[in-house]
């Protein structure tokens, strides 16, 4: 069974057997590059599934257009058809981000104490569009819609992380790097080296870097492309937190960014140097 279906559906009473098998086998398909493809043989074999049994799945894939196969006999290979392209578009087109977004969003509020927002790139910024909020006798001054910069909030440094060093330097020069604050990085070589860090930890922390006495941790959210589409932050107030706490704040900002990106359907593992700074 593919190591991406949940543990317990397994032990549902809903589990249906052949159908986790097409799914294994669709799985097993989609690990093959370009112009390869898989014997009936080297399937069942992958699968755990007898010939007899992968032949008819395959057949009855094939029918749906979810497979495809070319050669005759022996030679035969199968490999995804393009009936699952057209599923793929049609699931794409009925996901709303701030939808799936927004239930960690929520959960991170709730574990953390502290304001979380989602937000999508726009010409380098990042345009907040939801936001869970607390209630707080200091209130933070945190709105929808607000455009923030690459270079010095949580959100931003996020999505300019998971740009390709090339376009994040790009960014860099059309947005500038404005100082905000006493912390703010404003030379281009130390930033370019701060977003190589932040691709190891897999979160961005902005450490009283936009506002005096706040601080703000995001992490980059990716689609079926692996391709970056928003990031999900918490911001609050810094109040001499030690540096363990940032560390453990920044891993539950970063695991609630990889269940919104696998939700899209991203690959990403999520794996990287979690105790770095």
């Not at 607390?134 to 740009?163: F, N, W, Y």
């Not at 100082?179 to 404003?186: A, D, E, P, Q, V």
């Not at 940032?246 to 269940?259: D, I, K, S």
């Amino acid at each position: 069974m593919s190591n991406s279906v949940n543990e317990n559906v397994e032990e549902s009473k809903y589990w249906v057997k052949s159908v986790a098998r097409a799914a294994d086998i669709l799985e097993v398909l989609s690990t093959r590059g370009p112009g390869d493809g898989m014997s009936v043989t080297e399937v069942g074999q992958a699968c755990g599934i007898s010939k007899s049994a992968t032949f008819g799945l395959l057949q009855t894939l094939r029918g749906y257009g979810l497979v495809s196969d070319d050669g005759e006999g022996m030679n035969r290979r199968y490999r995804l058809g393009m009936g699952l392209a057209r599923l793929g578009d049609r699931a794409q087109s009925q996901v709303s981000l701030r939808d799936v977004a927004r239930p960690v969003l929520a959960e991170l509020t709730r574990e953390t104490g502290m304001a979380a927002r989602f937000a999508v790139p726009e010409g380098g910024l990042a345009v907040v569009v939801d936001q869970v909020g607390i209630e707080q006798r200091v209130r933070l001054d945190l709105r929808m819609g607000v455009r923030e910069l690459p270079h010095c909030t949580g959100l931003g440094k996020a999505i300019l992380s998971a740009l390709p060093e090339v376009e994040a330097r790009a960014v860099i020069e059309r947005s500038g790097l404005p100082r905000r604050t006493s912390h703010t990085i404003t030379d281009t070589a130390t930033l370019l080296a701060h977003l190589r860090d932040i691709r190891q930890t897999g979160y961005a922390l902005d450490d009283e870097e936009d506002a005096d006495g706040i601080f703000c941790i995001g992490s980059p959210v990716r689609d079926h492309r692996d391709l970056c589409v928003g990031a999900i932050s918490i911001t609050g107030l810094k109040l001499d937190l030690p540096g363990w706490r940032f560390q453990e704040l920044g891993r539950q900002v970063r695991a609630g960014a990889l269940r919104v990106s696998r939700e899209l359907g991203s690959t990403e593992s999520g794996e990287g140097e979690i105790d770095a700074g």
